[in-house]
């Protein structure tokens, strides 16, 4: 009896370039699937990963096409049927749950529609028994009252929900093959960590095969039996979760692990230096050969295969992996962080609160204010020249908010933020002098939006060089140089344009363009959030080299737990726009004292299969925070009833120099938590 | 919801406003007035004070836009002044032709858009979507006085199968201008239909590339039931106020066309009054072609607000 649910032989996917060149972006993947297991697809971005799982559908993207190879599903070669036979596979024995689910559910049909069509193409209910199934679909995923839901539009419902539903979705048609492509990448911390315990649930009642794609080691530790780990389009190490996670014996993987940053370890993570070669660009030798660090002659001219270690049941495409056997005990980051913190203020955000309602006009003619529930209320930090500083929260919690504020985007509706002690910052960007613009600079999340395409790298860096400092000519080309230096790019990137630079380069030049204006303070809005892991290692480290030599003072971004703990002194915890929790990062992490802090730092998913996350607090999305009382009080796990609904809760201060704001004593908190 | 369509509604109602506030500005700041405009070189004596008379000219401007404004919202535009006769009378018979025109031009064009953009769209990059693709470009970039006179030179004086120009009085009944807006109608469907089939095209082929036909695919929908209840819902709301302004368009008269056919709609009406200096008719039709543009604006809104479910929200819905 075969045990294999997939078998795939030599699968090899290109493109025509548009000089006509034949280029390839899977090469020879050679792998199986057993049934009842969950195999997980990991690599960066433009690894492949989602070219491959599609492919075991036998769905090839518009403008690629096979170049050799087989899929096999159930010894049947899903990529020579045509559309007839796959659509009768589709949807019955192989599910796709996608990455977006916002995005891959149809905007005009009701949620409960489209899990009803999907059973009336796979199973032979009549309408009663769908009805009732679907039903039962939505109650297995989790989702609350399932005769509402299945009413409401996909936009009626939250993130983390609309992936529930496309998980009800497939398993529609009780398929015995589940794909998920990143089913909870874009989601919240605390969501992600409850999709992937459903998902672990039902692979165990339901005996599934899954196949999870993934850029995130932590979910594919949390949730797979067995890893893929691919590079430029090769499979370089398949086995067991352990054996990957733990003692990688492949350079890249090694180096990938090293890069995160992770909850149990202080500092910054090592980064990897390079990046992914391109498809097309791909050498003679191994394509990992510039980036590694264990690479012999050999490896420049010959293309390792993929070699199967049975002592191991691992397979592993490098000529020198029995080097890094040894090596994969070693555990220990001493990147601490060596920031130069004065005692002097530099800002102070004092009562702050920012709101997005829009005043009607007769309002604003009246100049009154009507919002009572503002976005972000009560905002008080004061920050110390030479800190980093963290804000943290969930989506919808307000962290850009305040950074807009900051940056005088958007304007305060009560509360003011000084600046150097004494300067009153205006909310409006037109009031702001020259001075006050140079000092405070913003990075954005996303280079591609933030840099302007037609210009060169020149350009871009010469607009603040001449606003700020009137710099021309020879001065100003080597200011550039400088910059460009001093960011670790070459003086010859001056002449390109942002398309013709990888992501973490381009988010390398948006770092220059804000030291160009040597500011005094950096606000930093999830700079590294669409970077890969081993790019995000390595502007996380230039970010933190870049203040230790010029003492800038940063406000960081993030939603990523362990990236703040790596680079943070001090950390702010928000929900819905109001401060939780406040104190040193260290402190704050290792005994969380508000109820929001504990659930949130619990759901953080750790690359290894041994560390689950703490499920505490229900995942429901709240629309806006609550008019009075404690903020947290719909999902606190430790509410004290009608206190926390009526009053707001007052600030205390725990020993180690945190904050909290809570109804419940502080130390009373940590008993109840250990 | 209810909220909302009171407001676009009231919206529109103050754009007309405006629009009837500067055309009647606009006319009173030109030099001289309706009357010595019109009576040019007799424009003195008795004429001019009879003329002034009738018009009412001799009243302070604002009462006069107050009452023009009343009668207007009574439905009587006042009398003008080539014809000597009711505005209204010489407006009737023009808005007929126009609308005839335009709901040929409607009637044929729209479905053809729509089936040419989808085919195009379906069959991206084959054969028939660079036929069809290549036919559209053409005649969206030929002017319509160009493929206007085409038309008659190829049809009317060659073939000789067609009336080249439409010589009939203004006010004939439907049944006998029927075979006079042929050519028009072939000449306005051409470029209209272009138009709107290259935009359907691109709606629906973003649509095909969305993520979620692709879960709609990996799902198993068979191909045309994923194109009539996934695709085409979808890519066809943004369609609704192109297809609106369309129709503007066509209502408020397409003026190149009906002066090469010579086709008596409000397009040539609009040059001809103008030429005459019939500032009253100028007016007129000022706020008519205005309330065209709002109303059917304002009738698009509404149907993209009742099709789009992101626009409706769980009560409204009950
Ligand atoms: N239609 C296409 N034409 C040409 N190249 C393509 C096409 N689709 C994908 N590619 C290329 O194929 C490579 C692999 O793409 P794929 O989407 O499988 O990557 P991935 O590992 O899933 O990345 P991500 O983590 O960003 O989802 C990338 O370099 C991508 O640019
Ligand atoms: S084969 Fe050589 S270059 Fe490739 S990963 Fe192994 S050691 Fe490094
Ligand atoms: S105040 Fe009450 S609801 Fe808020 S965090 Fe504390 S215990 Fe929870
Ligand atoms: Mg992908």
Redesign the interface.
């Known amino acids: 009896m075969n045990t294999n649910i997939q078998e795939i032989k030599d699968l090899c996917i290109g493109f025509k370039s548009q000089k006509g060149e034949q280029i390839s972006i899977l090469r020879n993947i050679t792998t199986n699937i057993r049934k009842g297991e969950t195999v997980g697809i990991v690599g960066e971005s433009g690894s492949g990963k989602s070219t491959l799982a599609?492919a075991m559908?036998g769905?090839i993207k518009?403008g690629l096409f096979t170049t050799g190879g087989e899929c096999l599903f159930k010894s049947k070669d899903l990529l020579s049927l045509n559309?007839k036979e796959?659509?009768?596979?589709?949807?019955?024995k192989i599910?796709?749950i996608?990455?977006?689910a916002g995005?891959?559910?149809?905007?005009?049909?009701k949620i409960g529609y489209q899990i009803e069509?999907?059973l009336k193409?796979?199973t032979d209910f009549n309408k009663v028994e769908r009805e009732k199934k679907i039903s039962e679909l939505l109650n297995q995923v989790r989702l609350p009252s399932p005769s509402i839901m299945a009413?409401?539009?996909p936009?009626?419902l939250s993130g983390g929900q609309q992936q529930r539903v496309?998980v009800a979705?497939a398993l529609a048609?009780n398929p015995e093959l589940l794909l998920l492509d990143e089913p909870t990448t874009g989601l919240d911390v605390t969501t992600q960590a409850h999709v992937l315990e459903l998902l672990k649930d039902i692979a165990k009642e339901t005996g599934t095969s899954m196949v999870y794609v993934s850029h995130d080691l932590g979910a594919i530790a949390q949730v797979c039996d067995r890893v893929i780990v691919m590079y430029a389009g090769e499979i370089v190490l398949e086995g067991p979760v352990r054996k990957i996670l733990k003692e990688p014996i492949h350079p890249y993987t090694y180096g990938l692990l090293k890069s995160i940053p992770k909850l149990s370890l202080s500092g910054l993570p090592d980064s990897m230096p390079g990046s992914q070669p391109q498809p097309g660009n791909i050498g003679s030798g191994c394509s990992f050969y510039d980036r590694c660090n264990f690479s012999s002659d050999e490896c420049k001219v010959k293309v390792p295969e993929l070699e199967y270690l049975s002592d191991i049941d691992t397979s592993v495409r490098c000529f020198n992996h029995s080097e890094l056997i040894s090596k994969t005990s070693e555990q220990k980051i001493t990147n601490d962080l060596k920031n130069k913190i004065t005692i002097d203020e530099i800002l102070d955000l004092k009562d702050v609160s920012i709101s997005y309602a829009k005043q009607g006009i007769i309002d604003q003619f009246l100049n009154k204010v009507t919002d009572t529930n503002p976005t972000v209320k009560d905002i008080n930090i004061n920050i110390n020249k030479g800190e980093t500083i963290a804000l943290v929260g969930e989506s919808g919690s307000g962290k850009s908010t305040i950074l807009k504020s900051i940056a005088g985007l958007l304007k305060t509706k009560d509360g003011y933020i000084k600046f150097d002690k004494e300067k009153l910052l205006s909310g409006d960007l037109k009031k702001r002098n020259s001075e006050d613009l140079r000092s405070i600079q913003l990075i954005f999340q996303n280079p591609d939006e933030s840099l302007n395409p037609n210009h060169t790298v020149e350009q871009i860096l010469s607009q603040p060089l001449k606003l700020y400092f009137g710099l021309t000519g020879s001065k100003l080309k080597t200011s550039i140089a400088e910059l460009l230096e001093k960011v670790r790019l070459g003086a010859f990137y001056m002449s390109r344009y942002p398309r013709q630079l990888s992501g973490g380069e381009k988010q390398r030049i948006a770092v220059a363009r804000a030291f160009a204006a040597r500011p005094d303070i950096i606000l930093c809005d999830e700079v590294t959030s669409a970077l890969d892991v081993s790019v995000q290692a390595a502007v996380l480290d230039l970010l933190q080299k870049l203040k230790e030599e010029l003492g800038t003072t940063y406000v960081f971004v993030s939603h990523d737990l362990a990236v703040v703990k790596a680079i943070s002194d001090r950390v702010a915890v928000l929900y819905q726009g109001r401060l939780c929790e406040i104190g040193p990062s260290k402190d704050v992490y290792q005994f969380p004292s508000h109820p929001y802090t504990e659930v949130l730092i619990g759901a953080v998913l750790e690359p290894d299969p041994d560390i689950r996350p703490k499920l505490v607090a229900e995942d429901i999305v709240e629309e806006k925070p609550p008019e009075i009382g404690c903020s947290f009080q719909g999902r606190c796990p430790r509410i004290i009833g009608d206190k926390c609904r009526n009053e707001t809760p007052p600030w205390q201060i725990g020993d180690n120099g945190n904050a909290i704001r809570c109804h419940i004593n502080i130390e009373e908190l940590k008993i109840q938590q250990s | 919801m209810f909220f909302l369509i009171f407001k676009r509604f009231v919206l529109g109602l103050i754009t007309l406003f405006i629009v009837s506030l500067i055309t009647f500005i606009g006319v009173e700041i030109l030099p001289g007035d309706a009357c010595t405009s019109y009576l040019e070189r007799e424009a003195f004596g008795e004429a001019l004070a009879a003329c002034i008379k009738r018009l009412g000219l001799d009243v302070p401007a604002h009462e006069r836009y107050i009452s023009w404004a009343y009668n207007v919202i009574q439905g009587d535009f006042g009398y003008s002044l080539s014809g000597q006769m009711q505005i209204n009378e010489v407006l009737g018979p023009r808005i007929k032709n126009s609308l005839v025109l335009a709901s040929a031009a409607i009637i044929i064009g729209i479905p053809l858009a729509l089936i040419l953009g989808i085919i195009t769209a379906l069959w991206r990059d084959k054969m028939p979507d660079i036929i069809i693709s290549t036919v559209a470009i053409f005649s969206m970039t030929i002017p319509e006085f160009i493929s206007a006179t085409l038309l008659i030179l190829i049809v009317a004086i060659w073939l000789e199968w067609l009336p080249g120009i439409v010589i009939v009085p203004t006010d004939v009944t439907f049944f006998e201008l029927l075979p006079n807006i042929i050519l028009p109608v072939i000449a306005i469907a051409m470029i209209m239909t272009a138009h709107m089939a290259r935009m359907v095209r691109s709606s629906v082929i973003q649509v095909m590339a969305s993520d979620y036909i692709q879960m709609a695919i990996l799902k198993g929908v068979p191909y045309w039931k994923m194109v009539f209840k996934h695709v085409l819902p979808n890519a066809l709301l943004p369609a609704i106020n192109v297809v609106a302004l369309t129709i503007a368009w066509l209502l408020g008269g397409v003026v190149v066309t009906e002066v090469v056919f010579n086709y008596p709609g409000l397009g040539r009406l609009v040059i001809e009054s103008i030429s005459n200096r019939d500032l009253p008719v100028v007016q007129a039709l000022g706020i008519i072609l205005a309330s065209i543009y709002v109303s059917i604006n304002f009738i698009a809104d509404l149907l993209t607000l009742m099709l789009n479910p992101r626009l409706k929200t769980l009560q409204t819905r009950k």
């Not at chain 1, 995005?103 to 005009?108: G, K, S, V």
């Open positions: 599609l559908m769905y518009h559309n796959l659509e009768d596979i589709r949807g019955r599910a796709m996608p990455q977006n995005q891959a559910l149809t905007p005009n049909l069509e999907a193409l796979h009413l409401r539009y936009h009626e496309a979705m048609g």
